[in-house]
C-alpha cells in the first residue's frame, strides 16, 4: 500500500518569507529538534496530537506526538513537548496520519530502520546531484502494514530503543568528562 493511502503530507513554510511576512524572528524546528526527539528525551510515550481547536490550527507548527520528516536526512521523529510550537520550514514535513490502521511510532521505525523503505528511497534518489527525497517520492513509497497491536509493540520497542541508545551515549559522554577532568586534576 502507498504511504498516501495513510498519510497526508504537509510540507514546511519557505522561512524567509514568514520573517518577512511577521517581521519577528520565530521558533524553527531544526535537525537538532529532529535528532532530539528521534532519541525520545522528551517524548511523553502516551503523547498524541492535540487538537483542542482543529480550524485554527496551522499545518506549518509543531505539536506534540505529530510525526515529522526530514526531506534531507530522510529521518522521521515524533514531536516532543520540548519542541512543540516550532514552525516546521521546507526541509521537513508534517505527516499526518489520517487512518486509524496506522500507528505513529510505527511510522516512524518503518521510514528510519525498514530496509525495504531505505532500498526504495534510495532508487528514488539515483542520479540526483543532492540526494533529499521529494513529497512525491515519499507518498508513493510502499508500506507493509502489520496489524496495529503488532506496529504498536514494534514502534514502543524502537522508542525504547532509541531513548536507551540516546542515554547510553550521553553517559559515555559524561565519563569521558569526568574521567578527562580527574586526569587534569591528576596532571597538576
Request: charged share 30%.
Amino acid at each position: 500500500m502507498k504511504l498516501e493511502e495513510f498519510v497526508s503530507v504537509r510540507v514546511g513554510r519557505n522561512i524567509s518569507r514568514i520573517n518577512e511576512i511577521h517581521n519577528q524572528t520565530l521558533e524553527i524546528y531544526s535537525y537538532e529538534d529532529l535528532t532530539e526527539d528521534i532519541d525520545g528525551l522528551y517524548l511523553d510515550s502516551n503523547s498524541s496530537p492535540s487538537h483542542k481547536n482543529a480550524e485554527k490550527i496551522d499545518v506549518h507548527v509543531s505539536e506534540v506526538g505529530n510525526v515529522v520528516f526530514s526531506f534531507v536526512s530522510s529521518k522521521a521523529a515524533i514531536v516532543s513537548e520540548k519542541n512543540a510550537g516550532k514552525i516546521i520550514n521546507q526541509n521537513f514535513a508534517k505527516l499526518m496520519i489520517e487512518d486509524k490502521k496506522l500507528d505513529p511510532s510505527y511510522l516512524c521505525y518503518a521510514l528510519n530502520e525498514s530496509q525495504s523503505m531505505k532500498k526504495q528511497m534510495a532508487i528514488s534518489m539515483q542520479g540526483s546531484t543532492i540526494p533529499k527525497l521529494t513529497p512525491a517520492i515519499l507518498k508513493s513509497l510502499d508500506m507493509k502494514l502489520p496489524s496495529v497491536e503488532k506496529q504498536q509493540v514494534i514502534g514502543k520497542a524502537y522508542l525504547a530503543l532509541r531513548k536507551r541508545i540516546a542515554l547510553a551515549k550521553k553517559q559515555a559522554d559524561l565519563e569521558e568528562l569526568l574521567f578527562l577532568e580527574v586526569l587534569k586534576k591528576l596532571d597538576e
